[in-house]
């Protein structure tokens, strides 16, 4: 495959009401190439007032004196039509989301952008699918009950730097397929995909209004998103430091809220495991998309029989990926986000040092980009940072344990804050199915290091957050229940 040139970028505004819209003032925020560290152009600063503007598209679109109805199956008929408006400009995309966030361009054609794709024609199918129901009261006289499925309102989405233009595609798909309108914020690092998400949107026979990009820094368009009065209900996905500001604040206004949270998600591999295929899962789990992935299995606990072997597998996989810029075909693993990101993860690695951790294999790389290697640290506490927080880069930590019992091993997989997924690796289906009782997070893969599929619910328990996305619960989220009772 020839090496992709620089995509031309969306202009520096806004996508509101159907059209690109001038910014209320002139701040812009850098484009930065995360594997050289150079800019390559602007996005706008968008203030409350944009967030205003684009509340208001969204208001005026539901709610708005003589505008036509969005009936069900226009709803699925524009979601599929922008599911094959980006299929046809795929390689445009996956340039855009591979300089923009610094992805190997090998992934964004067979990860990315695909996925995006599948999400909008996944989702478009519920909005013919959503319906209520009717009850039988027992009230004396004659009566006919239902509850019917409404749209919950404006939806303001908040959506990380990880996966742009999916993450956009899985917040977008369920939200308009239950007629909400909705305002988008991507992330400040990360806004290309979803401003040309948007100008397609509005080819694609989605009404003016019901889908709205406003770009800007989180305590500046995303607070105002948040705070928005007209705002029915914020999804948002990112750190838990922010989930909780946003929470906190969405609890104040009685706002309905999902917060998909931090991760730091535990790998369970029993000594019966198939060690070849379990490397190659938990490779693919840590270090896909550079360990920038909320439910990457980031806490290996395996049996100490089979520790040494699994180890060197799962080092030889992180050895043998090319690092190198996002836009060469060969680059298997890309930089980090940031140079904030690259000293984050640096700094995770480095106090596990001091504390007495062992750098297995990798470490950071210096330089323009903000590469880092496969990086696997053994000899590790449960007291270290590395071990508690999510450090959201390719650092794997080693745990053996000795012990055979179900209870003991789940106890070490629980003993973390967060909660969004675990990872299992056994031959024996009791075992697995033993652990599956007992593990306290929001998804749990048996003999799979990941993927996803748009029907399963995602979402965590403790501090990864609440409320599930993807699924049938992902799309009923955004409606709301309405009682009707009639007496005849
Ligand atoms: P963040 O959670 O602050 O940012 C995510 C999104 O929230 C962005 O769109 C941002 O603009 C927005 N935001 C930030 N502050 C906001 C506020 N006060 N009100 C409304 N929106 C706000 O995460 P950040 O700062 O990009 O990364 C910090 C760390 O968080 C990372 O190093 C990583 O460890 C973790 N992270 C985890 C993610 C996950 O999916 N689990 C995703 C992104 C970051
Ligand atoms: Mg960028």
């Given at each position: 495959?020839?090496q992709p040139g620089l995509p031309v970028l969306p202009?520096?505004?806004?996508?509101?009401?159907?059209?690109?819209?001038?910014?209320?003032?002139?701040?812009?925020?850098?484009?930065?190439?995360?594997?050289?560290?150079?800019?390559?152009?602007?996005?706008?600063?968008?203030?409350?007032?944009?967030?205003?503007?684009?509340?208001?598209?969204?208001?005026?679109?539901?709610?708005?004196?003589?505008?036509?109805?969005?009936?069900?199956?226009?709803?699925?008929?524009?979601?599929?039509?922008?599911?094959?408006?980006?299929?046809?400009?795929?390689?445009?995309?996956?340039?855009?989301?591979?300089?923009?966030?610094?992805?190997?361009?090998?992934?964004?054609?067979?990860?990315?952008?695909?996925?995006?794709?599948?999400?909008?024609?996944?989702?478009?199918?519920?909005?013919?699918?959503?319906?209520?129901?009717?009850?039988?009261?027992?009230?004396?006289?004659?009566?006919?009950?239902?509850?019917?499925?409404?749209?919950?309102?404006?939806?303001?989405?908040?959506?990380?730097?990880?996966?742009?233009?999916?993450?956009?595609?899985?917040?977008?798909?369920?939200?308009?397929?239950?007629?909400?309108?909705?305002?988008?914020?991507?992330?400040?690092?990360?806004?290309?995909?979803?401003?040309?998400?948007?100008?397609?949107?509005?080819?694609?026979?989605?009404?003016?209004?019901?889908?709205?990009?406003?770009?800007?820094?989180?305590?500046?368009?995303?607070?105002?998103?948040?705070?928005?009065?007209?705002?029915?209900?914020?999804?948002?996905?990112?750190?838990?430091?922010?989930?909780?500001?946003?929470?906190?604040?969405?609890?104040?206004?009685?706002?309905?809220?999902?917060?998909?949270?931090?991760?730091?998600?535990?790998?369970?591999?029993?000594?019966?495991?198939d060690l070849e295929s379990a490397a190659r899962g938990?490779?693919?789990?840590?270090?896909?998309?550079?360990?920038?992935?909320?439910?990457?299995?980031?806490?290996?606990?395996?049996?100490?029989?089979?520790?040494?072997?699994?180890?060197?597998?799962?080092?030889?996989?992180?050895?043998?990926?090319?690092?190198?810029?996002?836009?060469?075909?060969?680059?298997?693993?890309?930089?980090?986000?940031?140079?904030?990101?690259?000293?984050?993860?640096?700094?995770?690695?480095?106090?596990?040092?001091?504390?007495?951790?062992?750098?297995?294999?990798?470490?950071?790389?210096?330089?323009?980009?903000?590469?880092?290697?496969?990086?696997?640290?053994?000899?590790?506490?449960?007291?270290?940072?590395?071990?508690?927080?999510?450090?959201?880069?390719?650092?794997?930590?080693?745990?053996?344990?000795?012990?055979?019992?179900?209870?003991?091993?789940?106890?070490?997989?629980?003993?973390?804050?967060?909660?969004?997924?675990?990872?299992?690796?056994?031959?024996?289906?009791?075992?697995?199915?033993?652990?599956?009782?007992?593990?306290?997070?929001?998804?749990?893969?048996?003999?799979?290091?990941?993927?996803?599929?748009?029907?399963?619910?995602?979402?965590?328990?403790?501090?990864?957050?609440?409320?599930?996305?993807?699924?049938?619960?992902?799309?009923?989220?955004?409606?709301?229940?309405?009682?009707?009772?009639?007496?005849?």
């Amino acid at each position: 495959m020839s090496q992709p040139g620089l995509p031309v970028l969306p202009p520096a505004r806004h996508h509101i009401g159907g059209i690109w819209a001038q910014p209320s003032g002139g701040e812009t925020i850098a484009v930065e190439d995360p594997s050289t560290g150079q800019i390559v152009g602007d996005v706008a600063a968008g203030s409350a007032a944009d967030i205003d503007a684009a509340v208001s598209a969204a208001h005026h679109a539901m709610y708005g004196a003589g505008r036509a109805r969005w009936a069900p199956a226009q709803r699925q008929a524009a979601l599929l039509a922008l599911a094959d408006a980006v299929e046809a400009r795929a390689e445009e995309f996956a340039r855009l989301e591979s300089l923009d966030a610094g992805k190997p361009i090998f992934n964004a054609r067979i990860v990315d952008v695909p996925g995006a794709i599948a999400a909008l024609r996944y989702f478009a199918g519920w909005a013919t699918k959503l319906t209520g129901e009717t009850m039988e009261l027992s009230t004396p006289g004659n009566w006919h009950g239902h509850a019917r499925r409404e749209p919950v309102g404006v939806v303001g989405q908040i959506v990380p730097w990880n996966y742009p233009l999916m993450g956009a595609a899985c917040k977008i798909g369920p939200a308009l397929a239950a007629g909400c309108a909705v305002v988008l914020k991507p992330a400040e690092q990360t806004s290309l995909s979803t401003l040309r998400l948007a100008e397609l949107a509005s080819e694609c026979g989605i009404p003016a209004g019901y889908f709205n990009v406003v770009t800007g820094l989180g305590a500046e368009a995303g607070a105002a998103l948040v705070e928005h009065p007209d705002v029915a209900k914020i999804s948002f996905t990112g750190s838990t430091l922010t989930g909780r500001r946003i929470a906190e604040s969405c609890g104040r206004q009685i706002k309905r809220c999902t917060v998909e949270l931090g991760g730091k998600s535990p790998v369970i591999v029993l000594p019966d495991a198939d060690l070849e295929s379990a490397a190659r899962g938990i490779a693919t789990s840590i270090f896909f998309n550079t360990g920038q992935t909320c439910s990457a299995g980031s806490r290996l606990l395996v049996h100490a029989s089979v520790v040494a072997d699994l180890v060197e597998r799962i080092a030889a996989i992180g050895a043998s990926m090319t690092i190198g810029a996002s836009g060469d075909a060969d680059t298997r693993l890309g930089p980090l986000i940031s140079a904030a990101q690259h000293s984050r993860v640096s700094g995770f690695v480095e106090s596990a040092q001091a504390q007495g951790a062992h750098l297995a294999a990798g470490g950071a790389l210096s330089g323009k980009g903000h590469f880092f290697r496969p990086t696997i640290l053994t000899d590790v506490t449960a007291q270290m940072a590395a071990v508690e927080e999510e450090i959201f880069g390719p650092v794997l930590c080693v745990a053996p344990f000795e012990t055979s019992d179900l209870d003991e091993i789940a106890a070490l997989a629980n003993d973390s804050a967060y909660g969004l997924a675990a990872y299992v690796w056994t031959r024996d289906i009791t075992d697995a199915l033993g652990l599956i009782d007992r593990l306290r997070a929001g998804t749990v893969r048996i003999n799979s290091g990941g993927g996803n599929d748009f029907s399963m619910p995602v979402g965590g328990v403790k501090q990864s957050g609440f409320g599930r996305e993807n699924g049938r619960a992902g799309v009923e989220a955004y409606t709301e229940l309405k009682s009707v009772t009639m007496a005849y």
